[in-house]
Structure formats: C-alpha cells, structure tokens
C-alpha cells in the first residue's frame, strides 16, 4: 500500500503561482511512476501531469503544458506540482497519483489515489 497526502492548495488571484505538494507513504516512493489529476465541480476528473520513476520522462495536458512542472524528490517521498499563470479555469480538487509508469497514470491506469487539495482561482 503507498499512502497519498496532498497539501499546498489554497485561493490565489489568477496570474498568481502555487505549488502543490504530495507526501508519499508505505511502499518504496521510487518505485512508482507519479502524476497530478484534478476534478472541478461538475465535471469529470482529468489528467494533469506524470513524471516517470526516475523523473527524466514528463506528459502535461495541453490545458496546462508551458505553465505547469511536474518534479519529484525521491529522497523525501514526495512529488510537486508547480503551477504558474493560474487561471480561474484551473480551479478544482488536485488530486496526487501513484502508478507503474507515467504514461499508464497519463492513461487514466493509476494504482494509488490520494484525497486531494484544493486550489481556487479567482479573476
């Protein structure tokens, strides 16, 4: 079992930046593939960004390609999302994933969820 606990959400105006973080627990952290999925209210969730075991292979949504960077920290179990250039768009619960590679978690195939953190845009 690999336990997920997100943080770093919170209300920023648009045009602002946030990162957003997400502790690993249980399961050898570097095992995994990770990613970033969000879900805002009434809609379905969507991929956000993955980044490979090792972090040398990336995949961004278009929606968020040239404004988010997906990183990781092996040493310290965790996975970050930093996001530039918000916008009120990008308003939803962030929710961290863990997966055999990235471009599975890309496809939706995620082994672990967590419960996610929320992030407001306002204009």
């Known amino acids: 079992q ?3 606990v997100e943080s770093g959400g919170e209300l920023v105006q648009a045009g602002g930046s946030l990162r957003l973080s997400c502790a ?5 952290f570097s095992n995994y593939a990770m990613g ?5 209210p009434g809609k379905e969730r969507e ?5 490979s ?7 961004y949504a278009d929606s968020v390609k040239g404004r988010f960077t997906i990183s990781r920290d ?6 970050y999302l930093h996001m530039n250039s918000l916008k009120p768009e990008d308003t939803a619960v962030y929710h961290c994933a863990a997966g055999g590679r990235a471009r599975d978690i890309r496809d939706g195939q995620s ?3 967590g419960q996610g953190t929320q992030v407001s845009v306002s204009s």
């Open 24 to 28: 690993a627990s249980g399961r050898a």
């Open 53 to 59: 075991v090792g972090g040398a292979f990336t995949y």
């Open 2 to 4: 690999v336990q997920l």
């Open 47 to 51: 991929f956000v960004a993955a980044v």
């Open 74 to 79: 092996n040493a310290k179990n965790t996975v």
């Open 36 to 40: 970033w999925f969000r879900q805002a």
């Open 111 to 113: 082994d672990y969820w």
